[in-house]
């Protein structure tokens, strides 16, 4: 399948006319032709999935603010 980079996700496309041709790798919503997703590290995800993703991919990162201990 081709993919080409979308700098415009506001561009209208009628959706309902096409058939899929991917789905989602979180999800599993079909993905259309035209439509924009992301590919990341070879998967696609649906724009809806993205924050998902996000949290999935950087949860070594989360860390907790908490006062200083007392001494």
Not at 30 to 50: A, P, T
Not at 52 to 64: C, S
């Amino acid at each position: 399948m081709y993919y080409e980079y979308a700098p415009d996700p506001y561009t209208y496309t009628d959706l309902q006319s096409l058939r899929p041709v991917a789905d989602c790798q979180l999800c599993g919503e079909d993905l259309f032709l035209g439509q924009c997703c992301y590919r990341l590290e070879g998967e696609l995800v649906c724009d809806q999935c993205l924050l998902d993703y996000a949290r999935a991919y950087f949860r070594h990162a989360r860390v907790r603010l908490c006062p200083e201990p007392e001494s």
